[in-house]
């Protein structure tokens, strides 16, 4: 993340909505990624989802008014306001959603919502559960739902704890269900470049193994012996598709540390030690051999001389680690692959013209009632959907296992 600056020339921050010191309100550019000052002068104004409920920091044009920022046109459904957890619990997704979509904005990978493309363009659904429709957090077919209760951080910790996860964290969900979609878009969009899709199969394993077949086996077995010179996560074992997103996830929660170190100046520099990796030894099956890891693994290196230190400043605060993960030569290798095909989009982005991300169109309809056989948490109930949401029907949910229990 980058540190930016006020008129003022005072420290302000992401999530920011006032400077502190001169008082002014800003909001954040996507477009220049900027902070702006919004004056009465400014072309500027927030989003409508920061003017009407305050959870929302981008900014629009100031005409037409009304409009929603790049963020939150990828809102598919929000929840009812009027009832608990409401709009604290929102905003807190809406948090961690927008730093998740600064990271894929910052790495120009495609983002286009379901009005641009009904089929696989990106929306988010955020939902509470009921006793009638329990929701599961995961992605099917373009569309992420996020479970609102977990806004509760004791909530959360409970569901870390079950799921003997070393950290669970919003940002995290998002990351995470954000390679899903990109796995969606780039190996299941006609036309299929198989030969990357061997390649994934060679770094990854072989994704048509079944998948309710492998959740079972993880949560009755659990990981298997020695997982931790292969995964970045238990969690990753469970199935090729896990592996990818688990990975991906890491390979954003490193580039944006570091990013985060470099603009609050603190030194990352990578240092020769028993971490440090041979690009010898990180070898990608073809298409994907032409390139040297040596730069990619100069990230790994800066990473793998901040983490420590990240994790001991976290222990003299009396926290846990903030990274408790250590990497081997082949998860490296993985994280290798996602670096190259995330280069591979990246590149083809630069060479082709912008495209601007259509504005969400307003609907009326009810949303639709769960079909039969849809997996938990993907159907909404009507209920759930705040009566004031403007982009509640930008697409139909169609039964498909969800990826991430």
């Excluded at 600064?102 to 955020?126: E, H, K, T």
């Excluded at 790994?300 to 001389?305: E, G």
């Excluded at 996602?338 to 504005?359: D, F, G, K, T, Y």
């Excluded at 705040?386 to 169609?398: E, I, R, V």
Aim: glycine content about 4%; charged content about 15%.
């Amino acid at each position: 993340m980058k540190a930016f600056r006020c008129c003022c020339s005072n420290t302000l921050y992401f999530e920011n909505s006032h400077c502190l010191q001169c008082g002014v309100q800003v909001g954040f550019d996507p477009a220049t990624s900027t902070m702006v000052p919004l004056t009465k002068d400014s072309p500027f104004q927030w989003c409508n989802n920061g003017l009407q409920h305050g959870v929302c920091n981008w900014v629009v044009p100031r005409n037409p008014a009304g409009s929603l920022c790049v963020a939150c046109q990828f809102n598919h459904i929000i929840p009812n306001l009027s009832v608990e957890p409401g709009v604290p619990a929102w905003a807190r997704f809406e948090r961690a959603k927008r730093r998740a979509l600064y990271s894929i904005l910052q790495l120009d990978l495609p983002l286009v919502n379901r009005v641009a493309d009904p089929v696989y363009g990106l929306a988010f659904d955020f939902l509470v559960p009921t006793p009638a429709l329990p929701v599961t957090t995961g992605h099917q077919n373009g569309v992420i739902t996020m479970n609102l209760e977990e806004a509760n951080d004791s909530i959360r910790e409970r569901n870390r704890e079950q799921l003997r996860e070393p950290y669970r964290t919003l940002l995290g969900h998002f990351r995470h269900e954000l390679a899903h979609y990109y796995w969606y878009l780039w190996f299941e969009k006609p036309p299929v470049n198989f030969d990357l899709l061997n390649g994934f199969q060679k770094v990854f394993g072989d994704q048509r193994v079944d998948y309710a077949s492998a959740l079972q086996r993880y949560y009755t077995s659990g990981p298997p012996p020695g997982w931790q010179l292969t995964h970045v996560s238990s969690y990753a074992t469970m199935h090729p598709w896990e592996d990818w997103a688990e990975t991906w996830a890491h390979y954003l929660h490193i580039t944006d540390a570091l990013e985060t170190a470099r603009e609050f100046g603190m030194s990352a520099e990578p240092v020769a030690s028993e971490t440090s990796f041979d690009p010898a030894t990180i070898l990608l099956p073809p298409p994907l051999t032409e390139e040297d890891p040596s730069d990619f693994l100069e990230i790994i290196h800066r990473w793998s001389a901040l983490s420590p230190a990240l994790n001991e400043i976290a222990s003299s605060l009396g926290q846990r680690n903030l990274y408790p993960f250590v990497h081997s030569t082949t998860t490296v290798t993985k994280l290798y692959f996602i670096h190259q095909i995330i280069q591979l989009a990246e590149n083809r982005a630069q060479s082709l013209p912008a495209a601007p991300v259509p504005p969400a169109a307003p609907a009326t309809a009810a949303a639709p009632p769960p079909s039969p056989g849809s997996a938990p948490g993907v159907a909404p109930l009507p209920s759930e959907v705040a009566p004031d949401n403007l982009t509640k029907d930008l697409h139909t949910a169609q039964p498909q296992a969800i990826r991430k229990g």
